[in-house]
């Protein structure tokens, strides 16, 4: 049983097209991270989110954490070649002394020219 | 800059031979964690070092050992490696002060021959 459902799996869009990407769970977290990760390289973390209800703007990406805690959304806006790769969400399970990381399963983004 | 590094980048070994992989960080974080990574999957946690306290994921084969001899350093030992091995060995670190966020060092790609 997967802990932190991601969806989609797979995106293939074109520049300049907007985009979500989901990331639920029937469990509460204390925090919910997005990581995105380049082939051959490690996860680069772009956010945090602690609060429910909370929303982060990080240039054309907005995170938003859902109210209960339970669900988080990345949206893309006007996507770039450049947005290209793994999108992870991680959450830490309330609870948890020491931030063990739940992933999703991730999101494979590829945005064409 | 305070960093996450992993050496070697690349690691070719055969079938059965002993293989070590480093991790180092100027961090000073107390927590070091080792992943294990197969082609566009989510990282799997393999185990965590808390300062000295040595924490192994119930399902991490035997296989698999690890030290932290001092605060910066901390490598993955693999006694045997099989086939089944060869994936992106990541390191990562996070602190006492924010466990939530967890930084990646860029990973080591290990080919099993």
């Known amino acids: 049983t997967q802990l932190l459902e991601q969806s989609p799996q797979f995106l293939s869009i074109q520049e300049g097209e907007n985009l979500t990407v989901y990331c639920n769970s029937s469990s509460v977290f204390s925090s919910l991270q997005w990581y995105r990760q380049e082939p051959g390289e490690g996860p680069v973390l772009l956010v945090t989110v602690v609060t429910g209800g909370e929303v982060k703007k990080l240039k054309r990406l907005t995170f938003q954490f859902g109210d209960a805690r339970k669900d988080s959304s990345l949206h893309i806006t006007a996507a770039q070649p450049g947005d290209t790769g793994l999108y992870l969400c991680?959450?830490?399970?309330?609870?948890?002394?020491?931030?063990?990381?739940?992933f999703g399963q991730g999101t494979i983004l590829t945005v064409h020219p | 800059d305070a960093m996450v590094i992993q050496n070697p980048r690349y690691q070719v070994t055969q079938f059965g031979k002993p293989v070590t992989l480093s991790c180092s960080q100027t961090?000073?974080?107390?927590?070091m964690y080792w992943y294990q990574q197969k082609s566009s999957q989510a990282p799997k946690l393999l185990f965590h070092y808390y300062d000295k306290d040595f924490n192994n994921e119930a399902d991490t084969p035997d296989n698999f050992q690890s030290r932290r001899p001092n605060t910066s350093f901390c490598f993955l030992d693999i006694r045997s490696p099989g086939l089944g091995d060869a994936a992106m060995y990541l390191c990562?670190?996070?602190?006492?002060?924010?466990?939530?966020?967890?930084?990646f060092g860029p990973g080591t790609r290990l080919t099993v021959l």
């Open positions: 991680a959450g830490v399970l309330g609870g948890t002394s020491y931030g063990k990381l739940t």
């Open positions: 961090l000073n974080h107390n927590v």
């Open positions: 990562a670190t996070s602190d006492r002060r924010d466990y939530n966020e967890q930084f």
